[in-house]
């Protein structure tokens, strides 16, 4: 199996090795987007783009005017779905913002690039229909965990004046467990499915392709996450900081890579009340 090759990231990165338990936090995750879709209004599976997975769950703000947290899942772009990540929305709707929970095409029937833009589209599909989400348009902001990090620091490093739009239309962001150097991913199996070269890798590393101005970021990573995960935040934060740009690190005592996403809207933790305060909430 993949998993038993002798590669030189592998234990940096293969979490589900270190955690063999990994199937009890998807099934908290399951257990509470359900509660948080029942509890919540909520729009789901509406389309944002015509491609596979270009889907997203939306729920409305409250009020009108109100903010807008956009959340992407993770999986190492080639597994898991929207459906088991609506818990994130349950602090934010209480706190009076909007929420969205992003689908994406998943590796290896597609490529890095190919996610990466998607994600790139839904966040102006989310700019123009804010008015579904009593949103403001100009309070856009993301998150997301794992490879939903990364997807996240792909957002905040976008051209968006290139693409038309307003060079701020991300307001902040805060990846959680994030990678922002790939380098790393091409020599551990994942890459078996995500397929990356050595020029993919680098074209789609945040770290490597630093915008000319950045938003606010809140980099969070779980204190127990292995080394490489440390690392990788802590970087990127400090790569952030070194353009003049702001940065929170968020180092979480006694939290590992499959329970830190669990705070993340969680009402009352201390991550929730961080991202509401980078919000104006």
Same mark, same amino acid.
């Given at each position: 199996?993949?998993e038993?090759r002798?590669l030189p ?6 979490l589900?090795?270190?955690? &063999?338990e990994?199937?009890? @936090? ?10 948080v879709?029942?509890?919540l ?8 783009g ?5 889907t997203?769950?939306?729920?409305p703000?409250?009020?009108?005017g109100a903010?807008?947290?956009?959340f ?5 772009w080639?597994?898991?779905d929207?459906d ?8 934010f709707?209480a706190a009076g913002a909007?929420?969205v929970?992003?689908? @994406?095409a /998943?590796?290896?029937?597609?490529t890095?690039?190919?996610?990466v833009?998607?994600?790139?589209t839904?966040?102006e599909w989310?700019a ?5 989400l009593?949103?403001?348009?100009g309070?856009?902001f993301?998150s997301?965990? +794992?490879?939903?990090?990364?997807l ?7 051209d968006?004046a290139a693409?038309?739009?307003?060079a ?5 962001g805060? &990846?959680?467990?994030?990678i922002?150097d790939?380098?790393p991913?091409l020599?551990?199996s994942i ?8 020029? +993919?890798a680098?074209?789609?590393s &945040?770290?490597?392709? /630093?915008?000319?101005?950045g938003a606010?970021?809140i ?5 127990e996450e292995t080394?490489?995960f ?5 970087a990127?934060?400090e ?9 929170t690190v968020m180092e979480i005592e006694g /939290?590992?890579?499959?329970?830190v996403? +669990?705070?993340?809207g969680?009402?009352? +933790?201390?991550l929730?009340?961080?991202?509401l ?5």
């Amino acid at each position: 199996m993949n998993e038993q090759r002798d590669l030189p990231q592998e234990a940096g990165y293969n979490l589900r090795k270190r955690h &063999p338990e990994f199937e009890d @936090y998807f099934a908290v995750w399951e257990a509470d987007s359900v509660r948080v879709r029942e509890a919540l209004a909520c729009t789901l599976d509406v389309r944002y783009g015509p491609g596979p997975n270009m889907t997203a769950d939306l729920f409305p703000a409250p009020a009108g005017g109100a903010p807008i947290q956009v959340f992407i899942h993770g999986g190492y772009w080639r597994a898991m779905d929207k459906d088991v990540h609506s818990f994130p929305a349950e602090g934010f709707v209480a706190a009076g913002a909007a929420a969205v929970s992003l689908n @994406y095409a /998943l590796a290896p029937a597609v490529t890095l690039d190919t996610i990466v833009e998607q994600c790139r589209t839904a966040l102006e599909w989310v700019a123009d229909n804010a008015g579904r989400l009593n949103g403001d348009p100009g309070r856009i902001f993301v998150s997301g965990h +794992s490879a939903g990090g990364h997807l996240t620091a792909m957002m905040l490093c976008t051209d968006w004046a290139a693409r038309g739009r307003p060079a701020d239309l991300v307001k902040g962001g805060t &990846p959680i467990s994030g990678i922002f150097d790939l380098a790393p991913i091409l020599e551990t199996s994942i890459n078996d499915d995500v397929r990356l070269d050595t020029e +993919s890798a680098a074209r789609n590393s &945040p770290i490597h392709n /630093l915008p000319a101005a950045g938003a606010p970021l809140i980099a969070v990573v779980g204190a127990e996450e292995t080394p490489a995960f440390v690392a990788q935040n802590r970087a990127f934060a400090e790569a952030w900081q070194a353009r003049g740009f702001e940065a929170t690190v968020m180092e979480i005592e006694g /939290l590992h890579h499959f329970n830190v996403v +669990s705070e993340m809207g969680r009402p009352g +933790s201390a991550l929730t009340q961080a991202v509401l305060a980078q919000m104006g909430l």
